[in-house]
């Protein structure tokens, strides 16, 4: 194998890898934690109308991210095919997240056609600089184990994003006087703060691998039909869907527990950490368990503990003890998820390679945005609606036993059903026991042109 696909990669070009995600959790974590208790409790719209939004809104815009893949793959300049998007969405991705929460004080009908076209255009945004991100994994090496530790400090650094957000968000809103002003100049702070992270990301990063035949530009049906040959992109792309709505759903029900089930919001910050912290822990000893058992096994088992953890809530929900306890059991579940899932997908870029010929990273790395996205919506929208089936009104003192009751099986049982589907879809990768071996047929036919 060419070695330069394969050599360690250096420490502050990890880090610099890995703060894209930091960069990229400051909307990301924003809109998956807040934006659903700031639209109903802040804003004052209905929650069946926000989960609506957020459904539609999240699967149009996931559809745009197949088109985002194709132009990454006719991207070329100076600088690479995936980086250059760093570059040029930096400062259109810190203004979009100040237009999601500047609200304006209008009728039903503009407010609601507002937070539409701003929370498409987020979306948007997200994608173009979050899919070329996803893709500088498979352009930085080739080199599974590589990866891997590449996507750690992905995940590690996207945990420092979202705990930033997570945990300091209600207090700046509070400092800058409460209300609409402070959320729009909190998160003003957090779109320039990730300007910044990804033009550091975009300087400190190179992209090394090339197709192992040079291969004129792909048609975007050809390389569509190719993509949908790759059976292990097809499974991430469910799997994808499937956990992102639980990790949306497990980060959107936190403020609505916190007030309603446990009486007092501002235990946000904590559960925040809880879900959050223990994440930075098992990444640190996630590298030797991929090493060991691979990457799919590793996910496997994190699906495990996250179905572990919610019974642990489940045995007292109302007890702050046993809330935190599952929480931190979540976290260590989702640590292996996380911390493999961009990997695979990285190593499925090979298999297309090795089964058609093809090397499209834009439109396989597309899948995870597209599954981040449908997923998260998903999730979001089943929050919205189950809110809404229980009789949820925002902005209340207290709720009706049905609207408590919803907001339990949102926030515990649902998750542990979505866990056991996730269960289901790993067992049937098998890539890990393939991916050497694909590898070096590839370098073979490298080697010999």
């Known amino acids: 194998m060419d070695n330069s696909l394969v050599q360690d990669i250096s420490l502050k070009e990890k880090i610099g890898y890995g703060l894209g995600d930091f960069a990229s959790q400051l909307l990301f974590a924003a809109a998956s934690t807040f934006l659903s208790f700031f639209y109903t409790d802040v804003i004052g719209i209905a929650a069946a109308a926000v989960g609506t939004l957020l459904f539609i809104a999240r699967v149009l815009d996931a559809f745009a991210d197949i088109g985002i893949g194709a132009m990454i793959d006719k991207t070329k300049s100076r600088h690479g095919k995936a980086r250059p998007w760093l570059l040029w969405m930096a400062a259109p991705f810190a203004a979009s997240g100040l237009l999601l929460f500047t609200v304006p004080d209008a009728g039903p009908v503009v407010t609601m056609i507002y937070i539409y076209v701003t929370y498409l255009l987020m979306n948007f945004i997200y994608s173009a ?51 609409k002003i402070g959320w729009i100049w909190t998160f003003a702070i957090f779109g320039v703060l990730g300007m910044l992270v990804f033009l550091f990301t975009f300087a400190t990063t190179k992209e090394r691998v090339k197709p192992s035949v040079v291969q004129k530009e792909i048609p975007f049906r050809r390389g569509l039909k190719a993509l949908f040959r790759n059976k292990y992109w097809a499974l991430l792309l469910v799997f994808a869907i499937v956990f992102f709505a639980n990790n949306a759903m497990g980060s959107t029900m ?28 098992a990444y640190f000893l996630l590298a030797p368990v991929i090493k060991r058992f691979g990457k799919r096994n590793a996910a496997m088992a994190g699906s495990v503990i996250l179905i572990a953890g919610s019974l642990v809530t489940a045995f007292k929900p109302d007890d702050l003890t046993f809330v935190i306890a599952g929480l931190v059991i979540k976290s ?55 809110l809404a089936l ?20 949102l926030f515990i049982y649902v998750p542990i059903l979505l866990s056991v589907l996730q269960l289901v879809i790993l067992w049937f990768y098998r890539l890990d026991k393939q991916y050497n071996q694909i590898v070096k047929d590839l370098q073979t036919v490298r080697s010999d042109i």
Request: hydrophobic share 50%; aromatic share 12%.
């Open 254 to 281: 936190i403020v609505y527990y916190a007030q309603y089930m446990l009486d007092n919001v501002d235990l946000v910050g904590i559960l925040g950490l809880a879900n959050l912290i223990p994440l930075l822990v």
């Open 129 to 179: 600089i979050n899919v070329p991100y996803g893709v500088l994994n498979s352009l930085m090496t080739q080199d599974g184990y590589q990866r891997s530790v590449l996507n750690i400090f992905r995940m590690v650094l996207a945990v420092c994003g979202a705990i930033l957000v997570t945990y300091f968000t209600k207090p700046l809103v509070n400092v800058f006087g409460g209300g």
């Open 390 to 409: 229980g009789g949820y009104v925002g902005g209340q003192a207290s709720l009706s036993a049905s609207a408590l009751a919803s907001i339990q099986m």
């Open 332 to 386: 260590m579940g989702t640590a292996p998820i996380m911390g493999t899932f961009f990997a695979m997908l990285a190593d499925t870029v090979e298999y297309g390679e090795w089964k058609t010929g093809m090397r499209t990273e834009g439109l396989v790395y597309s899948a995870g945005s597209f599954g981040t996205k449908a997923g998260s919506g998903f999730g979001a929208a089943l929050v919205g609606w189950g």
